[in-house]
T-cell receptor
């Protein structure tokens, strides 16, 4: 079936540099996407979301870009800090959904911030 | 703490035993989800409630799994006759269903080990 995937399973960046985590999705009808951060031993933590009627959304130090033409989602983290080290998941809302929503998660990218 | 709460955090059981997990969602959230996560993978959807009604169930949810949300508040997930393949992190999430697209807020999960 259709699923969400990630280009890079691991990413290492220097502290202070910008990070870009990529995600490819295959369901062109998906209309809502979320990025989550998961630290060891914890549940996924909401970072930022974007709806399909938008191309870009910014938060505090994070930006999500959505390219519906190539079905690509990215998370940009500015001035990466040691506390950003975690596994990052993208999730897409899989239609058709009768009542609520059923998110499909990718396998995740591990971000390691080097001192 | 007003986040999603799960109990217990860890459960070790012998194959064939029954286990039950509890989830307390964020109090004003009417939607509640159960996901399963194995090591190195993203969360996989199991089931979803809106208030007390169970509206979606994944094919992953075999007949040994049952979930309830009797009063539309807390939920329980029971696994009967556990198998070693049931070993995983069981995550609960909730959302405020005012529209179709609402972010999920996760608890820190219950880690199940079946020996």
């Amino acid at each position: 079936g259709e699923s969400v995937g990630l280009h890079l399973p691991t990413l290492s960046v220097q502290e202070g540099d910008n990070s870009i985590i990529n995600c490819a999705y295959s369901n062109s009808a998906s209309d809502y996407f979320i990025w989550y951060k998961q630290e060891s031993g914890k549940g996924p933590q909401f970072i930022i979301d974007i709806r399909s009627n938008m191309d870009k959304r910014q938060g505090q130090r994070v930006t999500v870009l959505l390219n519906k033409t190539v079905k690509h989602l990215s998370l940009q983290i500015a001035a990466t800090q040691p506390g950003d080290s975690a596994v990052y998941f993208c999730a897409e809302n899989t239609p058709p959904v009768n009542y609520g929503q059923n998110f499909v998660f990718g396998p995740g990218t591990r971000l390691s911030v080097l001192p | 703490d007003t986040g999603v709460s799960q109990d217990p955090r860890h459960k070790i059981t012998k194959r064939g035993q029954n286990v039950t997990f509890r989830c307390d969602p964020i109090s004003e959230h009417n939607r509640l989800y159960w996901y399963r996560q194995t090591l190195g993978q993203g969360p996989e959807f199991l089931t979803y409630f809106q208030n007390e009604a169970q509206l979606e169930k994944s094919r992953l949810l075999s007949d040994r799994f049952s979930a309830e949300r009797p009063k539309g508040s807390f939920s329980t997930l029971e696994i009967q006759r556990t198998e070693q393949g049931d070993s995983a992190m069981y995550l609960c999430a909730s959302s405020l269903g005012t529209g179709k697209n609402s972010p999920l807020h996760f608890g820190n999960g219950t880690r199940l080990t079946v020996t």
